[in-house]
């Protein structure tokens, strides 16, 4: 492989649309701009939202309400039927559900929810569990911490 033999992949590369270049192109005279006005000038852009000078729909309705999307905590989510590929008496944290490919990334918390069974007595370290999930792992004989 050598640089003069590099090439775009397939359908990588668009042909360019010629403007102007006769009106037998469908693309002649105004260049598929229509007729005069603002929008038909070269940089001629509105933003998004005006409304010709009047108080846009975005300013005339009431702000309400508030978003923390950026503090949220962001829980990777558990099953009990899952947690039957690791061998009885195996401690079971974020490090190790990672390791056999559960979560596929590094979560905020993680959480173990109550559906399926388990089979195994495991000693779960996670951030959170629900009730059912708790209840259930006691019962297969596995203990839950807290982390």
Do not use: W
Request: aromatic letters at 4%; charged letters at 25%.
């Amino acid at each position: 492989m050598n640089l003069h033999t590099l090439k775009p992949r397939p359908g990588a590369k668009h042909r360019v649309k010629r403007l102007g270049c006769g009106e037998s192109s469908g693309h002649g005279k105004t260049s598929g701009k229509g007729h005069k006005g603002q929008k038909a000038r070269s940089g001629g852009s509105i933003r998004l939202g005006f409304e010709g000078g009047q108080m846009p729909l975005i300013r005339r309705i009431p702000k309400r309400g508030f978003n923390n999307a950026a503090f949220k905590t962001r829980f990777a989510v558990v099953n009990l039927d899952a947690l039957n590929v690791f061998d009885a008496g195996a401690v079971v944290n974020e490090q190790s559900l990672l390791e056999r490919g559960i979560i596929r990334r590094p979560y905020d918390a993680v959480k173990i929810l109550g559906s399926g069974t388990l089979n195994r007595a495991l000693s779960i370290e996670v951030t959170h569990a629900s009730g059912t999930a708790k209840a259930a792992i006691e019962a297969a004989g596995g203990s839950f911490v807290q982390k």
